[in-house]
Each structure stands twice: as C-alpha cells, then as structure tokens.
C-alpha cells in the first residue's frame, strides 16, 4: 500500500494559511532566507508528493518514467541553496560582461531551472489528471491542472481537493475489497 504525505492530507484551507503564514514570517523575520528556504521545501514538497503518489496509483504497465521528475524536484532544491551561498560572490562581480562564462553559466542555470519548475508542474498534473481520467493524459489535457500549480497559491484551491478526491476513492476501493 502506498503512503499518504501529511501534506497530501492537508485540507486546501490548511494549506493556503501555512504558506501565507510563512509569507507573513519572512516579511518580519530577520532570519528569511531560512524561511523562504523552508517554504520552498515544502512547495516543492508537496508537488512531489503529488507527482510521486499519483505516479503510484497508475498501472505498472502505463506508468511514465519518474527519474527527470526526481532529479528536476532535487536540481531546482540544489540550485537554490548553491544561489544563496554564491550571491555574494556575483554581487561583487561584473556579471554580465561581453564573454563571460559566469554569464554563460548563470543564464544556462537560470534556463534550466525554469524548464525544470515547468517539468515538474507538467509531470504532476498530468499524473493527477491520469488518475482522474483513469487514462494516461497528455499536456493538453492536464492544462487546467498545469496552470493551477502554476499560480500558486490561487490554484491549490482546486489541486488539492482533487487530491482528496483521488485519496478518499482510492481508500474507498481499498475498504470495499477488504469485506
């Protein structure tokens, strides 16, 4: 049996006021780039556990690959703290000069850490989507999903009741087939 992430547990509600709660903390806290941090961990958290237990739920033989999602949920972790630690560093740089690798470098950084933050907003929704279709989804068809992780904090009000939805019919089936 697959277990449920006590964020995937969170009614919509609960979730909206952790983040505007952490949201309240940063704009007082001298300490914010730890709460940021921490609000990133959990965001990023609860759009893979999304994408991992839906990811679950989908027939072995149907089942996408999970490693990029993996590595795109872990990359876009990494290259925030390696950002907070070397910002300093490019502060007093010249970043942008004609030539530069730094440049080079941080502009392919910024790219793919873009693309990966849409990757993984794709990949959960169409998880989400293919469990509630009962089919493996394309993009198209888990556009609505993909733009609710994609404003965020707006769109959790629809992502996570269909989380619960999903769960309550999954432990539904679960509760018949035990009687």
């Known amino acids: 049996m697959i277990t449920i992430n006590p964020l995937l547990k969170l009614k919509a509600g609960h979730l909206f006021l952790l983040f505007i709660l952490f949201q309240l903390i940063y704009e007082q806290a001298s300490f914010s780039s730890l709460i940021q941090f921490i609000a ?11 994408g991992s237990y839906m990811h679950g739920l989908i027939p072995p033989k149907l089942r996408p690959g999970i490693t990029y999602f993996r590595v795109s949920c872990l990359f876009i972790i990494f290259l925030w703290v390696i950002g907070y630690f070397i910002q300093g560093y490019f502060a007093n740089e010249e970043l942008f000069q004609i030539n530069s690798y730094k440049s080079l470098l941080y502009i392919s950084l910024t790219l793919y850490t873009a693309w990966s933050i849409l990757y993984i907003f794709s990949f959960a929704a169409r998880m989400l989507e293919s469990v509630i279709e009962g089919e493996i989804t394309n993009l198209s068809d888990s556009l609505k999903a993909f733009f609710c992780f994609w404003f965020f904090p707006i769109g959790m009000w629809y992502i996570q009741p269909a989380v619960h939805r999903v769960i309550e019919n999954r432990l539904n ?3 018949i087939a035990d009687k």
Do not use: C, E, V
């Open 173 to 175: 089936k679960a509760n």
């Open 40 to 50: 990133l961990l959990i965001y990023i958290g609860w759009i893979y556990s999304i």
